[in-house]
């Protein structure tokens, strides 16, 4: 809980004057002319996170050397978080693969990806990281991770509508997990309940790697019409900056404490500040209101979310999008902390605030709307036809820089990238020498083994994390957790929907990131579509450890070839993503954990796939091909603590006449259920299905049952066919070319297999259900 | 003539959408009404919605309860205008003192959303009437500080009165004394619901149709009024 006490005030303070007092005990600030004739005052770079090649090219950019605040700004915008410095040369490849496609309006670059689903309708979605903060504080972090996604997709001028969350944590025994796991799940229930977004889905898994380096993944869905997309450009000479939302406070301006510290002649005493930024989903909430009236009246020429690097991004990307110059006074933001200085200001990253670019005439009108909404809203500037991003602070000129440099100039690295040594002898480790169930009790292994599994912390049930969150606000929820998708109602009256999916897969990326991400993407894609819903567009957020480490950098580079060479044979651009660098602790990195998001469309949500078998009496059949492929599985895992061998085979034109066929029978209504295979393989996807239908199975495999139950092939779906459409179903499979065997008939109470065992519901779903509240009370 | 519910969004007021769709559903026309106005634009019920009213950082409800708009609503729903709060709305009206008792945080301490029976126990309400005694709904239920408390004395009048409009049936899901889920006041007209019917209107996006009762069944009160 916030310890802000907001009470609700009418009017609003707004004013357009500088409201700050001048700071009567501080040294005098860096201003340009200072720095002019001061070149070789030195200045705290490298504690900024700047090499000294980038120090001397800001200066040489300059003419000079920056003033205080503007190094602020070159610090955080050249920053790996902003600049993409390691990455930025192979995510082109995004761009460079992309298939070709009409439903794009807004992509990569932009704050989000922004795909036309028709009938009037467009979405925007992205997902992205709040790693390093949900682990120093759990709760906070977790929480403003959801907030920032949020605007992200507010700024494209969306209503949002759904959030989703993929996280990964260290073994789910581990002391720690327990203070961060539910400390993550506490805090995206607190801001996501709070701010009225249903909550559709997810992740989650756990592995020793990712002990010291959570993964926090937020994903955000944002509904719009096409007309109403928004961008962030600071256009038209005379157009006011207004800054609106929160106040701005010290938190999460480690960085420019440094700097205040260094060379303000500060004592480093009582400047001691949160690191991680601290979220009021109810400003948010407001905030979320008052921009949708702000849109809808059209008093909105540009606009930018605050998310890292708060005011410095938000001006810089602005001026830059706008190619014009921008005038600030910064001494006009209105501050938590009277205490703060430029440079602070201008780092620190305060949450639930944005920036809007406005016309004179409608600018009374837009502070009135926000008024309305009891969000504070200040004009901080304006646009300039000078080309230059100018600040000032109490009359003095503290920033006079081409926004460009710091937006779009900075840095790019070819980082030298090489496949580890021992990537070879991972790979010949197979998972062919494992033991295996045999001999008499067989049946009864095989058993055990689909307890194990169900049990597992990374198979088992999630409804211990995913009822702390809300999943029906809004009323447009279609499917949501357990379900292979989460599915929201865009149209009532013509049932038009989308449907979302996120997976990653650190194990598979670790034994070949080159195809462990497209397994992550046939995943999402298969997931979407097995819901029912036509695959569209794709989002990513790529989890690495360190970019200045070769091995680490060799399995980025594969990734992102794997991605973009994946959405380009699936027909699915790539709108956008994040990249998360430096997970990692000491010299060990996480797996690869690329994080791919599919979206799809439902032309009508009426006729969705369920994973449920919620009849008894239905066809069951398995779709694709199974072969023994182990390596990476669930099984190997939780069976044997083994990761080696090959991960299952990529085959995507199989993933697409899967899809085709699982779309075009969920339009025909051929289908009761349908579920996708993966982890623990068909054996853990009948489980689920049984039980999340409350009916029981019995099947008979076609072949080798251990293979049949715990192999993770690719490309492979299992559903329950309406009575009376068998032949038809059969017939689209065969027209397809996906193969497609009758393996049992949905009913009774209990999952049995033919010939090898027999398991009851109440026996499956007590060791599917009982492991996360065993371990997290 | 179409019933006109008026549905209160106060900030951070979450599921006024929502009961302005189920208000839709059930035949009626809603009507949008503004925590900062103090006028009901003449409508014949009113319902508070879910969410988090002004943030909730005080105590759930405490502030909203002062808002412009409840100043107009508390004088009415004394002289029998049928209102009915849901999640927060119930707290709004427990912190008015329109209906007896609190709502404290969940006994487990989490936010719990599940899908949950309730049986109504009193069928005689502005909000009930389309109900039998006995009668189980599926309904959604979703919030942190959903345990109802109340003084024995309070309970041992609720009881004798009436007044417990619903009790949770298959488990109590939040330590609510006596699993009570939803109370009315005694002229049966101000009820307050923990649990949320407007969430179940529709099986295509919720767990059953079985919410739509309360709506439909004050459109008839209204028009018998």
Known sequence: MSTDVTVPQNPVPQDTVPQNPVPQDTVPQDTVGRAAVTPDRSQPYAALGLTAAEYGKIAELLGRRPTDAELAIYSVMWSEHCSYKSSRRHLRQFAEKAPPTDALLAGIGDNAGVVDIGHGYAVTFKIESHNHPSYVEPFQGAATGVGGIVRDILAMGARPVAVMDALRFGPADAPDTRRVLPGVV???????????????????????????????????????????????????????????????????????????????????????????????????????????????????????????????????????????????????????????????????????????????????????????????????????????????????????????????????????????????????????????????????????????????????????????????????????????????????????????????????????????????????????????????????????????????????????????????????????????????????????????????????????????????????????????????????????????????????????????????????????????????????????????????????????????????????????????????????????????????????????????????????????????????? | MTARVGVVTFPGSLDDHDARRAIRLAGGLPVPLWHADADLRGVDAVVLPGGFSYGDYLRCGAIARFSPVMSELIPAAQAGLPVLGICNGFQVLCEAHLLPGALTRNAGLRFVTRDIQIRVDNARTSWTSQYAVGQELTVVLKSGEGAYVADEATLADLAARGQVLVRYAGGNPNGSVSDIAGVVNEAGNVAGLMPHPEHAIDALTGPSADGLGFFASVLRAVVAA
């Not at chain 1, 480690?254 to 001691?272: H, I, W």
């Not at chain 1, 085979?649 to 009761?672: K, N, P, S, Y």
């Not at chain 1, 299992?718 to 397809?736: K, N, Q």
């Open chain 1, 186 to 777: 506490g805090g995206i229930s607190f801001y996501g309940n709070c701010l009225g977004l249903p909550n559709i889905g997810g992740e989650l898994a756990f592995d020793p790697c990712y002990a010291g380096n959570p993964l926090i993944n937020a994903l955000c869905v944002g509904v719009l019409r096409p007309a109403d997309l928004k961008r962030a450009a600071a256009t038209g000479t005379g157009n006011q900056v207004i800054l609106f939302g929160s106040r701005t406070g010290p938190d999460g301006i480690g960085g420019a404490s440094v700097l205040a510290s260094a060379s303000f002649g500060g004592n480093g005493e009582g400047a001691k500040r949160p690191s991680v930024q601290v979220g009021d989903p109810f400003m948010e909430k407001l905030l979320v209101e008052c921009c949708l009236e702000l849109y809808a009246a059209d008093l909105v020429v540009g606009i930018q979310d605050l998310g890292a690097a708060g005011v410095a991004c938000a001006t810089t990307e602005l001026a830059a999008g706008g190619q014009g110059g921008m005038a600030v006074r910064l001494d006009a933001v209105p501050l938590r902390d009277a205490s703060l200085g430029p440079a602070e200001i201008l780092m620190s990253e305060s949450q639930e605030r944005m920036m809007a670019i406005v016309t004179p005439a409608d600018t009374s009108r837009f502070l009135a709307i926000c008024a309305k909404w009891e969000v504070p809203a200040t004009v901080i500037g304006e646009v300039t036809d000078t080309g230059r991003l100018e600040m000032s602070w109490h009359g003095e000129r503290v920033v006079d820089i081409p926004p460009g440099t710091a937006a779009d100039d900075g840095p790019v690295y070819d980082r030298p990238a090489r496949r580890p040594d021992g990537q070879d002898a991972l790979a010949a480790d197979d998972p062919a020498r494992l033991a295996r169930p045999s001999g008499p009790d067989r049946g009864t292994e095989l058993r055990a083994t689909l307890l194990a599994l169900l049990a597992a912390p990374d198979a088992a049930d999630k409804t211990w994390v995913t009822e702390q969150y809300d999943r029906y606000v809004r009323g447009d929820t279609v499917l949501a957790m357990p379900h292979d998708a989460g599915v929201i109602r865009v149209d009532e009256a013509t049932g038009l929907g989308v449907a979302l999916a996120t997976d990653g897969n650190g194990r598979y990326c670790l034994l070949d990131p080159y195809a462990g991400t497209q397994l992550a993407l046939a995943e999402a894609y298969r997931n979407v579509a097995a819901t029912g819903a036509r695959p569209l567009a794709v989002t990513n957020c790529l989890n690495f450890g360190s970019p200045e480490d070769p091995a680490v950098m060799w399995q980025f580079t594969e990734a992102v070839r794997g991605l973009a060479d994946g959405c380009l044979a699936l027909g699915v651009p790539v709108t956008g993503g994040n990249v998360s660098f430096y997970n990692q602790t000491g010299a060990d990195a996480i797996q690869p954990t690329p994080v791919i998001g599919v979206l799809g469309v439902h032309d009508d949500v009426r006729r969705r796939l369920s994973s449920a078998f919620g009849k008894a009496g239905a066809r069951l059949m398995l779709l694709g091909e199974t072969r023994a492929e182990l390596g990476g599985s669930l099984w190997a895992r939780v069976q044997h603590g083994h990761l080696g061998g090959r991960p299952p085979a990529v085959d995507l034109a199989a993933e697409q006449a899967l899809a085709q066929v699982l779309v075009t029978a969920a339009e025909r209504g051929l289908l009761a259920a349908a579920h996708d295979l993966s982890d623990g393989g068909l054996g853990v996807a009948l489980a689920e299905s049984c039980l999340a239908g409350g009916v029981g199975a019995t099947v008979t495999l076609p072949g080798d049952d251990f293979t049949f139950l715990f192999s993770e092939s690719a490309s492979r779906a299992l559903v329950a066919v309406v009575p009376g459409r068998e032949e038809a179903f059969a017939a689209l499979c065969a027209e397809a070319g996906v193969p497609a065997a009758a393996i049992g008939t949905t009913g009774g109470s209990a999952l049995e297999v033919t010939g090898s065992f027999s398991a009851g519901l109440d026996e499956l779903g007590r060791a599917h259900r009982d492991t996360l509240p065993a371990l997290f009370g």
